[in-house]
């Protein structure tokens, strides 16, 4: 039996692997900034990787960490310094502040979850062994049917979007119970690997990029599993990180042909056309993709993924051109997310371009052009409170994220589901580029609807789930047939 539990463990070709990336750092523009950030993600792993727990906050961090990297990694591509590239002098101290501030991060967060209870690969089993998988396939097939119908609704009746795109999420949740039951109990692959091919299919004929989820997803459940991080898992990874990788370079380089098709040139943020349709154009556009639109879109991909470009504006400008906020921001942002709307009918609708272009001095598309770009919630604390005071926001922030942790991992119902709803609803919180106000109301909002949940749909879904099981299945020897053999 495996009941020990500790950080996750990395083998001396890990190490080794590691040390060769740092070492490639020199070669970079910015050879101490480059080691800043390397130090910083090795500092992420130790700390937020704990084997046999969801990778939710692991990922994260890590993926608010490439968004700042990447900031070095397009200067490099480009071949040019910060000052022509994004064209201000301050995103070296800009990347050096979020390094800092996701550091602090990374320690709070540890603090806070350094009491929470922790479960071994043994109980995990016993919970997957009570699962109907039968049971769980319908939950999932009646979910995705009423997905459109849902999102539709959310569109349409704009007093309650928030909660209804909030109730949307259960469909990720029996996705991701099929993948770690499919990790687990190696049952039905099949039919699972299908569900997940659908979920890839359809994720492409969406508005944004969300055949990227099932990808995130599986390899969420995959690293949550593991024991040790070994060259040969690098290895295992390296099919599912290239494509994930080619998907989004395509992506990065059609999307502006096919977003202009599938909303009818409205600029709404919404698919206006059948899904046949919306199919064969993304199909057209993959055929007609060629080495040219390749480098299109790999630099449009490095461009889009680093998100220290506003926040490098915003410190070149404030408080030299504009004077901070001392906390307005805040307060403003905490009022728009607590007051609900019947209470405040002139609230308006939160467009995180018009603060952006406020700050930066850029002219940003907002929602009357089909888009949004903010700042991102480090940009909103900064703005009212500069370099140092702005650290206090950022640690409140991820105190909150750590507090609903472990919420969501504190629910009474089979320990399968409660994995499942912890990634479901924190990967959903918001990241690095994401307006205070998004993160504040996801966690507000998700918070609130899984309180609810845990005295009416939660209990109900457990009980129809583990009732009924066919034959009981051997719980220590249940990896033997399964893909967990392979972690």
């Keep these: 039996m495996d009941i020990g539990i500790k950080k996750i463990g990395l083998s001396s070709g890990i190490i080794a692997f590691f040390l060769v990336l740092a070492a490639l750092c020199l070669f970079s523009q910015y050879p101490l900034l480059a080691l800043y950030g390397m130090f910083t993600l090795f500092i992420i792993i130790r700390s937020t990787w704990t084997r046999y727990q969801p990778t939710v906050i692991f990922f994260w961090f890590v993926y608010q960490w490439v968004q700042v990297m990447a900031g070095i990694w397009y200067a490099d591509i480009i071949g040019n310094r910060f000052e022509i590239v994004f064209r201000n002098n301050s ?3 800009t990347i050096i502040l979020c390094f800092t501030g996701i550091l602090l991060q990374v320690f709070v967060v540890k603090a806070v979850l350094a009491k929470q209870k922790l479960y071994t690969l043994d109980q995990l089993k016993e919970a997957a062994s009570r699962i109907n998988m039968n049971r769980l396939i319908i939950l999932y097939v009646v979910s995705a049917a009423l997905y459109p119908l849902l999102f539709k609704l959310a569109i349409n009746f704009g ?7 909030t109730v949307t999420k259960i469909k990720m949740l029996f996705t991701i119970m099929l993948v770690i039951l499919l990790f687990i109990r190696g049952e039905k692959k099949t039919l699972i690997l299908l569900i997940l091919l659908f979920e890839f299919i359809t994720g492409f004929l969406t508005y944004f990029s969300s055949f990227k989820d099932v990808i995130i997803i599986c390899l969420i459940c995959y690293l949550s599993f593991i024991r040790q991080v070994k060259l040969s898992t690098i ?9 994930l990788f080619t998907l989004l370079v395509f992506w990065s380089a059609v999307k502006p042909k096919y977003r202009t098709y599938v909303n009818e040139g409205t600029r709404a943020q919404q698919v206006q056309v059948e899904s046949s349709d919306a199919l064969k154009k993304i199909l057209d556009l993959a055929g007609a993709f060629n080495g040219k639109d390749f480098q299109k879109g790999l630099y449009s991909l490095a461009h889009r993924i ?6 490098s504006k915003v410190v070149d400008r404030i408080p030299e051109l504009t004077p901070y906020e001392d906390g307005e921001l805040m307060l403003s942002s905490l009022r728009f997310v607590i007051v609900p709307r019947f209470l405040d009918p002139d609230k308006g609708i939160h467009d995180a371009s018009v603060k952006t272009s406020k700050y930066t001095g850029y002219r940003i598309a907002g929602m009357s052009k089909g888009t949004s770009m903010a700042i991102g919630y480090y940009g909103d604390a900064y703005i009212d409170f500069g370099p140092i005071g702005m650290m206090i926001p950022i640690i409140i922030i991820v105190i909150l994220v750590g507090w609903y942790y472990r919420f969501l991992m504190s629910i009474k119902i089979n320990l399968i589901m409660v994995y499942a709803i912890t990634m479901t609803f924190v990967y959903n919180i918001g ?8 993160i504040l109301g996801n966690i507000k909002n ?3 609807m899984n309180l609810a949940m845990i005295f009416t749909l939660y209990p109900v879904i457990n009980r129809y789930l583990t009732s009924g099981i066919i034959k009981k299945h051997d ?13």
């Design 306 to 311: 680093q998100y220290v470009f506003f926040l």
């Design 91 to 93: 995103v070296e101290k």
């Design 446 to 448: 998700g918070f609130i």
């Design 235 to 243: 290895l295992k990874l390296s099919p599912l990180l290239i494509l």
């Design 159 to 165: 007093e309650v979007t928030q909660v209804i795109l």
């Design 431 to 438: 990241y690095f580029e994401s307006d205070i106000i998004v």
């Design 475 to 487: 719980v220590y020897g249940m990896n033997k047939q399964s893909l967990s053999s392979t972690l």
